[in-house]
C-alpha cells in the first residue's frame, strides 16, 4: 500500500527523529546516501518514512567515528557479512592511528618546546658501490606499505630465483616522495642482487650508482611510523650540519621483518655541494 503524506515525515521531522541536521540530510540525498521516500512535485517537501531511520541512524553513528562519507557508502551497499568487515577494518585503522599519536607525544611536545632530540641517535657514514637491483614502484600510502613491501619483495625473490641470480643484500626501499596517511611516494622496494637483469613487466632491472650514504640504524618499537621518521630527521639535520647535500632519495633498508625484534636501517646519499 502507497504511504501518503499523513504517514510520512518531513524533512524536518526526520531530521528531530534521526539526530541528523537538515543540512547533513540535504547532503546525503545528493549523495545519493539516504534520499528522501518522496518529494511533492507542486512544493518540493522532502518526505521521509519510518523505514529510513534505521539507515539514518546508522550514518549517524558511522559519522561519529569519522568515517568517511566514501566509506560509509560502501558499508550500506554492502551485504551485512562485508559491512561489518569494512566498520571492523576502519576501526583498526582508527587505533593504529590512536597509538601512533600516543607514540608520537613525546616527540610533540619536544617540538612545542624548540629541544631537538633528533641528533641524540648516532649516524655513521656508509660507502655503498655499484649495486644491481630489480625492484617494483607503486604508489602508496602508509595504511597499506606492509603489505605491498610483503608482496613486492615476494614477487622479486620469485623472479630473481627463476632468472638463476643471487641475492646479495637485505631488501630496501628507496621513496621517491612522502609516504604517510595523505602521501603516497611513490615507493620503490628494491632486492639487490649479483648481476643485471633484464626489466619484466611490473619488475625493473637497474644499477645503483655508487655514493656515500649517512646512516641510522633502528631496532624494535623504532621501526614503527612514525617514530622511524626520528632517523630520517636526524640524518638529514647531520647531513645540512656538516655541509653536505642529500644526493637522491633515502633508502630503508630491512635487515628483519616488521615486529619487537625489528632492525632497520635508513641511509640517505649524501654529496659535496655543487
Not at 43 to 49: F, G
Not at 131 to 137: A, F, G, L
Request: net charge negative; aromatic share 6%.
Amino acid at each position: 500500500m502507497n504511504q501518503t503524506h499523513d504517514t510520512l515525515l518531513t524533512i524536518g521531522g526526520f531530521a528531530s527523529a534521526s539526530f541528523l541536521s537538515i543540512k547533513a540530510l540535504r547532503l546525503y540525498d545528493q549523495l545519493g546516501l539516504l534520499t528522501p521516500h518522496s518529494i511533492d512535485p507542486q512544493t518540493s517537501y522532502r518526505y521521509y518514512s519510518l523505514d529510513q531511520l534505521h539507515k539514518a541512524r546508522l550514518i549517524r553513528i558511522l559519522r561519529q567515528i569519522d568515517m568517511p562519507l566514501a566509506t560509509i557508502r560502501r558499508v550500506l551497499a554492502a551485504s551485512p557479512a562485508i559491512a561489518e568487515l569494512t566498520v571492523r577494518s576502519y576501526v583498526r585503522e582508527l587505533e593504529e592511528r590512536a597509538a601512533q599519536a600516543r607514540r608520537l607525544v613525546h616527540d610533540v611536545l619536544a617540538q612545542i618546546n624548540q629541544e631537538d632530540g633528533t641528533m641524540t641517535l648516532e649516524v655513521q657514514v656508509r660507502t655503498l658501490g655499484d649495486q644491481p637491483i630489480v625492484s617494483i614502484s607503486k604508489r602508496i600510502t602508509v595504511d597499506h606499505i606492509d603489505r605491498h613491501i610483503a608482496s613486492s619483495i615476494g614477487a622479486l625473490h620469485d623472479y630473481v630465483l627463476q632468472q638463476g641470480v643471487g641475492v646479495t643484500g637485505s631488501p630496501f626501499g628507496i621513496f621517491h616522495g612522502p609516504v604517510n596517511h595523505e602521501e603516497d611516494g611513490p615507493l620503490e622496494v628494491c632486492l639487490p642482487i649479483a648481476s643485471l637483469l633484464a626489466s619484466q613487466g611490473d619488475i625493473s632491472a637497474a644499477i645503483i650508482p655508487a655514493t656515500q650514504a649517512a646512516s641510522v640504524t633502528m631496532l624494535g618499537d623504532q621501526c614503527e611510523f612514525p617514530a622511524i621518521l626520528k632517523a630520517y630527521d636526524a640524518i638529514h639535520d647531520w647531513i645540512r650540519s656538516n655541509g653536505y647535500e642529500t644526493n637522491g632519495s633515502p633508502h630503508e633498508i630491512w635487515h628483519s621483518p616488521p615486529g619487537p625484534e625489528a632492525r632497520m636501517e635508513i641511509a640517505w646519499p649524501f654529496r659535496e655541494p655543487a
